[in-house]
């Protein structure tokens, strides 16, 4: 009787939404709703479904968030170790030809071609990791928008870090203090979130033991990688001129580049972490 008296409801309320139907039927227990009972319980199955709607949205956007996460982590987890070469097919996204990877000074590499080459040239020489090498690049202060359509994300990180580097002048091993800011354009490719713009601002870099007010990364250490990545083994016909280079010298003014990204609806309204001359702030 009382399952008649339910599906009787379903009918005249017109939902086809079974949870919410049971739950306020149990809760009233009606036994024999009369039309001013079934139209408030109508109300109240409305509001029960647009809740349920908008916690279901929130939640994705929660987890959202939390796979981004976790994709930039394994970025930098495998980074330590140099798995670079493997991160075009894992990390990045397979369908968009304006996928790109810039990295301080190194130049800026866009489209999957370019962006294995310079992932290649990442991983280890001779496939073997060098004794003393140390990659710690840690993510903190994360600010990560999910558009409302659910396709793009947008995320920025500061990252105070370590590094092994080779002194120039004598060729030693030393330790690097290695501060940079992170900001990455997010695509979701079959239900996964990959990397679609990857760009790595530097803050400054100076021996461990050298106070960063001393400039050495403009100075000495930043002329030697630029080299590096000029000529020679490191000459690439993919690589385009580097976008945005701002790092810390005794006239250095902060910027605010990134800008943290703000809640938007579709990419297409927002701006690029891919082409720095947007990502000044939001439009």
């Not at 809760?27 to 408030?40: F, P, V």
């Not at 987890?63 to 980074?79: P, S």
């Not at 690439?236 to 701002?246: F, G, I, V």
Request: a neutral charge.
């Amino acid at each position: 009787m009382k399952q008649n008296a339910m599906f009787k409801f379903m009918r005249l309320s017109g939902t086809t939404s079974v949870l919410p139907v049971i739950i306020v039927f149990v809760i009233t227990c009606c036994t024999g709703c009369n039309q001013s009972e079934i139209k408030s319980i109508e109300v109240r199955v409305k509001q029960l479904e647009e809740a349920n709607e908008f916690y279901q949205k929130k939640i994705e956007r929660l987890d959202a968030i939390q796979e981004i996460q976790n994709l930039m982590g394994r970025y930098i987890w495998m980074h330590e170790v140099q798995k670079d070469p493997e991160f075009i097919d894992t990390m990045f996204a397979k369908n968009n030809p304006d996928v790109s990877w810039e990295v301080a000074h190194m130049g800026l590499y866009r489209g999957r071609e370019a962006v294995k080459e310079i992932l290649d040239k990442h991983g280890p020489r001779g496939g073997t990791i060098a004794p003393g090498t140390l990659f710690i690049h840690t993510l903190t202060t994360p600010v990560i928008e999910i558009a409302e359509d659910g396709q793009t994300a947008k995320g920025v990180w500061k990252s105070p870090g370590a590094e092994t580097s080779t002194d120039p002048k004598t060729g030693k091993l030393m330790g690097m203090w290695a501060w940079t800011k992170y900001a990455c354009d997010f695509i979701k490719e079959d239900g996964q979130w990959k990397i679609l713009h990857y760009h790595v601002y530097r803050i400054f870099m100076t021996p461990a033991d050298m106070n960063y007010t001393d400039e050495y990364e403009s100075k000495v250490l930043g002329k030697a990688i630029a080299g590096a990545f000029s000529g020679g083994a490191q000459a690439s016909s993919n690589k385009q001129p580097t976008t945005y280079d701002n790092p810390f010298t005794t006239t250095y003014v902060p910027e605010l580049v990134p800008a943290p990204p703000v809640p938007y609806k579709t990419f297409s309204e927002t701006y690029s972490y891919g082409k720095p001359a947007e990502n000044t702030g939001a439009k």
